[in-house]
């Protein structure tokens, strides 16, 4: 097979129009294994078809380009660089946008290998084409060269050529392009930041942070929106978190939550700062974040009460998120009647209306009602079960009913709800004493989807799972279920069929 792909690499630089020999070529790859690849390609030389990229036709190119992903793919991270590091370089700025991203897809294997990393940190002018990709109009170019800079970053000595070189500069006149451009640029910065604290001082001292986070107070509200997206991603890590906080960041974000009242356009930017303290208080302490910035909480509690769907589900979701740990729920229950409130809006969401919202719903429900065995004590168990009782006169009734409507999502949103309480004794005697509700949920009739079955399935392990689930339910349910879950959630009864030889 080598001297095949030899013969083909020569007959394409004998001819004036390669077309078909490329394509012969790339049959050719595509029929070696890639674990064979490597030996068969050895030792041959592919500068051909990186020359023949220099066209204007885009069926030469398109093929060149695929040829190369096999070939080089093909190659070590060390070897495709000591070889290839010009062919790269001038693929960087080529006129067709996936011979770009076909160089910054193996640049990008290329800084990943501690010893080929050396070789492109050493070439000022390919970081600084890299760097002009981000300013490109494709998305998928621009994605690929900040992946690439966010992995160079990930050493000390990439770090230094980054933002300790004029390339520093060459990322702000970037900037400089548009608004497009500039967010870019900060979702790099934000990346190299989250990576470790040494990568986050380096991007703090550039400037280029203090800039994203003075953005949160402009006069363009759509910026603001963006810009506090980009300050929620940096708080994923701790240590962005203590800067946010060392800078007063959370302090800013809460009076901007205060005055969002007085704002017009606050609808815009509004669901961005509650999604901040929703992932600060998941990520830190529900406790310490809600009776900090109060304001947070009251703002989720009324926007759950909004008419605004848009701010019904933010609401909803951050419900469900504060919700599904323990101490989010006791912050929840301390607030006494406001929640009860919430609460009550939120199965009225869930019985009707919009079926994304009525899901959104479902889904807080089944988050909020959830409790882990090793969290069951007697307080907290009294706690889910009073606030099931606040769905309706009869909560049992209103979710099987929702889960018989002819949508799968209803379907599924519901059984997680009986998912959540079927660990707990209190949710287990509901339903052993709901007239036919041990038939709803061994009847595999119900809900075809796959969707359907794994979300049942998921209930009866919940139900098995539990260590009261045999004494409440009875041994005869008990081992139905045993049976239900042995024979798994695609199980389907053979049905014998009987035929009347001659009937009329």
Known sequence: ????????????????????????????????????????L?????????????TNEREQVDLCVDILERILIALSPLHLVQNYREKLQEGLSHPNDTVKILALTQIGRVVEHPDAVTQILNSHDILRAVILCIGEEKIAVAKQAIQSLSKISHSKSGLDKLFQSDLLEVM?????????????IYELVVEISSFSPI??????????????LS?????????RATSIEMVTTLAHSQHGRQYLAQQGIMDKISNMIRGADMDPFASLYLPGLVKFFGNLAITDSPQQVCESYPIFLNKVFDMAMDSDPVMVGVALDTLGLLGCTVEGKQVLQKTGENFKSVFLRISQHASSGATELRVRSLDAISQLLTLLPEH????????TESWFHLLSNQPMDMIRNISTQPFPELHCGALRIFSAIA??????KMMVNTPGFMEFILDRSTGQSKEA???????????LGSSTASEILGSQNYIRLKTYLSEGPYYVSAVASVSTEGAD
């Open 1 to 40: 097979m080598a001297a095949t792909i030899q013969s083909l690499l020569e007959e394409i630089s004998g001819v004036e129009d390669p077309v078909e020999e490329l394509q012969s070529l790339k049959t050719a790859l595509l029929s070696i294994p890639v674990s064979a690849l490597r030996d068969v």
């Open 42 to 54: 050895s030792g041959q030389r592919f500068d051909v078809i990186f020359s023949l990229l220099n």
């Open 172 to 184: 702000k006149e970037v900037m400089g392009k548009n608004d497009i451009i500039r967010y870019r």
């Open 199 to 212: 990568s986050l001082g380096y991007c703090a001292n550039s400037g280029l942070i203090s800039q994203l």
């Open 215 to 223: 953005e949160l107070t402009g006069d363009d509200v759509l910026i």
């Open 376 to 383: 069951q004590t007697e307080d907290l168990l009294s706690l």
């Open 423 to 428: 660990s707990q004794p209190w949710g287990q």
């Open 453 to 463: 079955k794994d979300a049942k399935f998921e209930l009866v392990g919940s139900l």
